[in-house]
């Protein structure tokens, strides 16, 4: 049974940094892709990152091109996401998700794509705020 356990959210002002944990379990990283989704109040939920599990690749939604990194530490089974120079627009609650990777070569659209992942984590909070 795939559980996922994300932790590492809180409360940051414009422009500082927080970092994301995902640990994983019932799961081998190298066969599964981990993305991070986020969903503010009202909105739907939205990809925000993945690190697939066939190859390592990393996926990055524009809006968080060069300000976020999603990193993978197979002996720790857990995939991190380091968000940099963050903006109140940010604000949302974080969510990882592990999608099985069958290996077939996939957009970044598939990967960043909520529906396409079936076990998923509780969330936490991230508000940027001053």
């Known amino acids: 049974q795939v559980q996922l356990v994300e932790s590492g959210g809180g409360l940051v002002q414009p422009g500082g940094s927080l970092r994301l944990s995902c640990e994983a379990s019932g799961v081998t990283l190298d066969y599964y892709a981990i993305g991070w989704f986020r969903q503010a109040p009202g909105k739907e939920r939205e990809g925000v990152s993945c690190?697939?599990?066939?190859?390592?690749?990393?996926y990055y939604a524009e809006f968080v091109k060069g300000r976020f990194t999603i990193s993978r530490d197979n002996a720790k089974r857990t995939v991190s996401l380091q968000m940099n120079s963050l903006r109140p627009e940010d604000t949302a609650v974080y969510f990882c998700?592990?999608?099985?990777?069958?290996?077939?070569?996939?957009?970044?659209?598939?990967?960043?794509?909520?529906?396409?992942?079936?076990?998923w984590g509780q969330g936490t909070q991230v508000t940027v705020s001053s």
């Open positions: 998700a592990a999608l099985f990777d069958s290996g077939r070569p996939q957009s970044a659209s598939y990967y960043l794509s909520p529906t396409k992942y079936k076990s």
């Open positions: 690190f697939s599990g066939s190859d390592g690749t990393r």
